[in-house]
């Protein structure tokens, strides 16, 4: 069965560090979304890709968070400096288009000390 | 006003009764609604999609959607101490899937 490939599973970093989330969405899906979730909270959008143009990264911190899906395909989300504040679990998921169910991938849980 | 709101729960219900988890929206525009179950520690897993007025079933959930009072909920028959979860409830509205906070459901044996 497909599904959305996200490495690391775990990380922790001290604050200041950068560090780096990868995705692999399912195979011709053309949506990719980046979410952040607190706990206790519901998945908040960073970013979301269709192919690879950037659709909405109205909610990104671009000061320290970037991301990109150059060849449309996979995706690499940074954080540069991390801060206290940035832990939480990073969730990369796809569907085939816009409007359509959303599949995530098992997330990144990030802790930052 | 949230865009999708939800009650947080717990939404305790016991072994075998019938689990009714409710969801609205604000956006009349919204096309596309979705049920995701997510364990503690896991990501969202997909359960459920409706996109017009009605009642949809699937095993036993029932997602029911009512867009003229911006409404969506999920009919969870028979539940079971494994559907003990938090359940969320995602609105897509043009190109955006914005997602509510989640009910928690707890089921006692």
């Known amino acids: 069965e497909a599904e959305v490939a996200q490495s690391p599973r775990y990380k922790i970093t001290e604050k200041s560090q950068a560090v780096a989330f990868w995705c692999d969405p399912i195979?011709?899906?053309?949506?990719l979304y980046w979410y952040r979730q607190i706990l206790g909270q519901g998945p908040e959008l960073l970013v979301q890709?269709?192919?690879?143009?950037?659709?909405?990264d109205s909610q990104l911190p671009k000061d320290r968070f970037s991301a990109e899906r150059l060849k449309g395909v996979d995706s690499t989300l940074k954080i540069q400096p991390a801060e206290l504040g940035d832990s939480a679990m990073y969730l990369c998921?796809?569907?085939?288009?816009?409007?359509?169910?959303?599949?995530f991938g098992q997330g990144t849980r990030l802790t930052v000390v | 006003q949230k865009e999708v709101e939800q009650n947080s729960g717990p939404l305790s219900v016991p072994e075998g009764a019938i689990a009714s988890l409710n969801c609205t929206y604000s956006?009349?525009?919204?096309?596309?609604f979705f049920w995701y179950r997510q364990y503690s520690g896991k990501s969202p897993e997909l359960i459920m999609s409706i996109y017009s007025n009605g009642d949809k079933e699937d095993g036993r959930f029932t997602a029911q959607l009512n867009k003229a009072s911006q409404y969506v909920s999920l009919l969870i028959r028979d539940s079971q101490p494994s559907d003990s979860a938090t359940y969320l409830c995602a609105v897509g509205r043009f190109q955006k899937l914005v997602f509510g906070t989640g009910t928690r459901l707890l089921v006692s044996p």
């Open positions: 890709f269709q192919d690879e143009s950037v659709v909405d």
């Open positions: 998921a796809s569907s085939p288009e816009v409007g359509t169910e959303a599949f």
């Open positions: 195979s011709g899906h053309a949506t």
């Open positions: 956006d009349r525009g919204s096309q596309s």
